[in-house]
């Protein structure tokens, strides 16, 4: 038997094709970004809010139960297993995007994104960490983070200037197809499962086992629990962003290039910014990461209502996607960094579920409060719940001590 090694330089060049595999996860994502909400509107005629951001709910909850599933079998099946039938379930996205005749086929697509998200994404991400080991894990978060969020960014600019040049379907989302493809058949030959890593780093993890893993991760363990309200919160502001962020944007009479284009400038922040920020989180306290990280979210939401010119929006979407830099490789490093090997996949899952569910509650509050009172006073609402989040860890959480490299 070959020698594990765990580390990432030791283990680059399967961390690199996860990483690029990882960036096809996200494109899929991207693919809706920026004129999902214009299709509702222009094709289906859907005017509620609530109806609207249906799209956004019924995917944060197929994906947050699917993440949850995927770390519970994760150990059972495979890591790589999981990750093709992630990419399998993929296949009809894009054909069901383009030849959607009603609303509701749109929402049966997006429980297929939800599904394959789900276990594609959670299967990354806990393979990346099974590699590097017990070192370099917020490095490790943020290479997996940007590549998956710079290619949302990308996706999300492009379906906007082909919807702005060649109309809302079917082109902008050609991309899908040439996303599946790569992304099915490098799962397929160049990954390789990680299970032989994990046992490798549990012969001598110090960390205790959890007793009710569940409950330990979604609250009682004071670090576990912070984190895991926090990514709630953190996907419950992105769920409306996602959803309203273009129709505040339509409202103020910017065109599709130019909404594409803010829209494109949110997760590129989040996703550049993770470069350095997953690093950060390899030196500095991961508790004054996630507390600045998630103040500054609430701060770039709550500005939005005053916002008038396009650059006034690109700095507060630069803003807003800089705060999700500074948690989000800094939430699963953080997770990582409190459980053992053997418990690692299944805590994550838990992570991800609670975290993921924020995308249906986001949109269902966003939808309510919009639909009843106005967008600005959904989008006050969101930024008040995400300071209180902020306000959680600082008071909850306990500093984490910083590993030495």
């Known amino acids: ?179 599946v493809f790569l992304g099915l058949v490098g799962s397929i030959f160049l990954v390789k499962d990680t299970r032989q890593h994990v046992a490798s780093e549990s012969n001598s993890s110090n960390v205790p086992r959890l007793k009710v893993l569940f409950w330990e991760t979604t609250w009682k363990h004071q670090n576990l629990g912070s984190v895991t309200q926090a990514g709630l919160v953190n996907n419950l502001n992105d769920g409306m962003v996602w959803g309203i962020f273009p129709i505040v944007l339509a409202l103020k009479n910017f065109t599709l290039a130019e909404i594409g284009i803010i829209t494109a400038v949110y997760p590129a922040v989040w996703g550049l910014g993770q470069l350095i920020t997953g690093k950060m989180a390899d030196v500095f306290p991961k508790k004054q990461l996630l507390f600045w990280g998630i103040f500054m979210q ?59 569910l924020g995308y249906a509650i986001g949109a269902i509050i966003t939808g309510i409060i919009a639909d009843w009172w106005n967008i600005n006073t959904a989008i006050v609402f969101i930024s008040i719940l995400t300071l209180l989040s902020a306000i959680i860890i600082q008071i909850r959480m306990r500093a984490l001590k910083k590993i030495e490299n």
Do not use: C
């Open 1 to 179: 038997m070959n020698k594990i090694n765990l580390g990432l330089r030791e283990n680059w060049q399967q961390f690199t094709i996860l990483v690029i595999i990882n960036a096809f996860v996200g494109g899929m994502v991207g693919l809706e970004r920026s004129i999902l909400p214009q299709i509702a509107e222009e094709e289906f005629h859907i005017a509620a809010k609530t109806a609207l951001l249906s799209f956004i709910v019924v995917f944060g909850i197929v994906k947050a139960l699917t993440n949850y599933y995927t770390g519970v079998l994760a150990n059972k099946i495979g890591r790589k297993n999981l990750l093709i039938f992630g990419w399998v379930i993929a296949i009809p996205i894009p054909f069901l995007l383009i030849y959607a005749p009603t609303w509701n086929w749109i929402i049966a697509t997006n429980v297929l994104l939800g599904l394959s998200q789900g276990l594609t994404w959670s299967s990354t991400v806990v393979m990346k960490i099974d590699l590097v080991g017990d070192k370099q894990r917020g490095l490790a978060m943020g290479l997996n983070e940007f590549a998956g969020y710079i290619s949302v960014a990308i996706v999300a600019f492009l379906t906007g200037w082909i919807a702005a040049s060649y109309g809302l379907r079917p082109y902008p989302f050609y991309i899908g197809f040439a996303l």
């Open 298 to 356: 609430a701060v770039a939401l709550f500005f939005f209502i005053y916002a008038e010119t396009k650059m006034q929006y690109i700095t507060l979407a630069a803003i807003l996607g800089w705060g999700k830099a500074m948690v989000y490789p800094t939430f699963l490093a953080t997770v990582a960094e409190n459980t053992h090997p053997q418990d690692r996949a299944k805590s994550i899952g838990v992570f991800r579920l609670w975290r993921d």
